[in-house]
């Protein structure tokens, strides 16, 4: 029988603090729903449904013009782009002061909100800050130099404290966080110099004259025009498999007078060599393993 008193005493406990949850819970949707002003709802849709046709009236517009007047192309883009923010923003708010009514629990959920919005968007930018102030401090690269960063290569144009813009050799800019370079490996390949080393590869077959390929490839590159003289050319020799082929393989390492040239340098010794690996008979390897 006791058991029985518990059991009943438990069970009427239970259900106590489950209705009160219940209620507490319908509590806060009746409070939310009081908030709601249903004929603006009503509004707010048709004020949704014109901001969709303006917005696509608008990109028709600057297609159509831009393709008739291709020099206002860029110019028309930029100004949709700032409509298309400020038609955004003023459709928000007046969706949210239509469907809304206002007052302190309203303002109390917006302030809320917008502070830990606020917040994570300063996190970041904060500590981009900080990598963009250690960056300039340490100088792991300058402006002007030719950096390999996460696959890209190119020249450093700005270093700001948000971001630092690299424009690569197809001639497109990144943007780049300051934050990303404090974990990040960062190759320089001149360092605030002018001039900087650049690697080319030859490959010849091993029954060739290994010495008179090695002093064609150094004549090559120290009559290029592009060549920085001050600083020596060197040509290293190693035995390699490439491909399934086994072959020579002579590097060469010389300096170019400016790294604008570099492609071009990297390209005015390979067709000189080449040239001249083809009037002296030094051929390329031959393939000596074969797959099964």
């Known amino acids: 029988m006791i058991r029985l008193f518990i059991f009943i005493a438990l069970a009427t406990s239970s259900l106590s603090v489950f209705a009160t949850e219940e209620l507490a819970d319908v509590e806060n949707i009746s409070q939310f729903t009081s908030l709601i002003r249903w004929s603006g709802v009503f509004f707010s849709s ?4 014109a901001t969709w046709l303006l917005l696509k009236f608008i990109n028709s517009m600057v297609v159509s013009v ?4 291709v020099q ?7 100004l949709q782009s700032f409509l298309q923010f400020f038609i955004y923003m003023s459709a928000g708010i007046l969706v949210f002061m239509m469907s809304f009514r206002i007052n302190d629990q309203i303002l109390t959920l917006i302030g809320g909100t917008l502070a830990v919005s606020v917040g994570f968007a300063l996190k970041d930018l904060a500590a981009s800050f900080i990598a963009g102030m250690t960056v300039m401090v340490d100088r792991p690269f300058q402006v002007g130099d030719r950096v390999t960063f996460e696959g890209n290569y190119g020249d450093i144009i700005t270093i700001g404290l948000r ?12 943007t780049i966080p300051n934050n990303k370079f404090l974990n990040e490996v960062t190759v320089s390949g001149n360092y605030g110099a002018l001039d ?6 030859f490959y010849i077959g091993m029954e060739e004259d290994i010495s008179l390929a090695r002093d064609l490839i150094q004549e090559a590159a120290s009559s290029s025009r592009y060549i920085h003289l001050p600083k020596p050319v060197v040509v290293l020799v190693k035995q390699t498999i490439t ?14 007078v400016d790294t604008g040239f570099e492609k071009l ?4 010794i390979t067709l000189r060599v080449m040239k001249e690996f083809k009037k002296h008979g030094i051929n390329p390897p031959q393939i000596a393993i074969r797959n099964g």
Request: overall charge neutral; glycine content about 4%.
């Open 46 to 49: 048709i004020v949704i449904a």
């Open 66 to 69: 831009g393709g008739q007047f």
């Open 196 to 201: 900087m080393q650049v690697v080319i590869p």
């Open 265 to 268: 340098f990297e390209t005015d």
């Open 163 to 174: 971001s630092v813009r690299m424009r690569t050799l197809n001639d497109d800019i990144i």
């Open 72 to 78: 206002y192309r860029m110019l028309l883009q930029k």
């Open 243 to 256: 491909d399934n082929y086994l072959a020579i393989q002579l590097t060469c390492k010389a300096y170019v």
